[in-house]
């Protein structure tokens, strides 16, 4: 039987990447191997419910979304992530996972939208960067940039012309809420010309930290 550790399912608007706005059924898998420091889901990191597969098609069913998010905490410290991602897939909705990097996600369902985070030298987690994991990004893929300070900055921009990001698919700036003034990010994005994508989180605009939002 197919179970795995979930902390909440929740209905709400996606609040960041390509789907921004879109209604979305949010899965949060417990458990995650890194300890970021501007985290905003540690409540995530322990406890959580043993659901069966079924029993979470079932909960994911009720809202009658056609965008699913699959996230963390790491979704796939868990093993059976891979599973359920493919059993969303086959069930006729537009998937997405929502992954830190760190693990390899080279045997992600093709049809998963991945947003993969690089993991900048602010969150204290950059050692643990599986850049490995960038020759398996698809187009419709995303990768997402977090960034905190000028240092986060400088390094993200090496990033995009070191793996040539851009021609991979869409990257993602997004300011650390609290921490970094989101003009000063945009300002310094368009001065360099960037080929990304900024990004506020909607979610926080609306409701802000509030967790099942």
């Not at 409540?43 to 909960?59: C, P, Q, R, S, V």
């Not at 960034?147 to 993200?156: A, L």
């Not at 970094?180 to 360099?192: K, N, V």
């Amino acid at each position: 039987m197919h179970r795995l550790r979930i902390t909440e399912i929740f209905h709400s608007l996606q609040g960041e990447a390509a789907t921004v706005g879109w209604r979305t059924v949010f899965v949060r898998l417990t458990g995650c191997p890194l300890r970021c420091g501007y985290c905003d889901t540690t409540y995530a990191f322990k406890g959580g419910e043993w659901m069966t597969l079924d029993a979470i098609l079932a909960a994911v069913a009720q809202y009658a979304a056609r965008h699913v998010t699959v996230t963390g905490g790491e979704p796939l410290a868990q093993a059976e992530c891979l599973t359920l991602l493919t059993a969303l897939c086959d069930a006729g909705y537009r998937v997405s996972l929502e992954t830190s990097g760190a693990l390899d996600v080279s045997a992600v369902d093709p049809r998963v939208v991945k947003v993969m985070d690089l993991k900048t030298p602010s969150s204290g987690e950059m050692a643990r960067n599986l850049y490995d994991n960038v020759e398996h990004l698809l187009p419709h893929d995303q990768v997402k940039f977090v960034i905190g300070d000028e240092r986060d900055y400088r390094w993200s921009r090496e990033q995009l012309e070191r793996f040539a990001l851009p021609s991979r698919c869409d990257v993602l700036f997004s300011p650390v809420a609290g921490e970094m003034d989101p003009a000063q990010l945009a300002d310094w994005a368009l001065r360099d010309r960037l080929d990304v994508r900024f990004q506020l989180q909607l979610h926080k605009v609306l409701w802000g930290n509030e967790p099942g939002r």
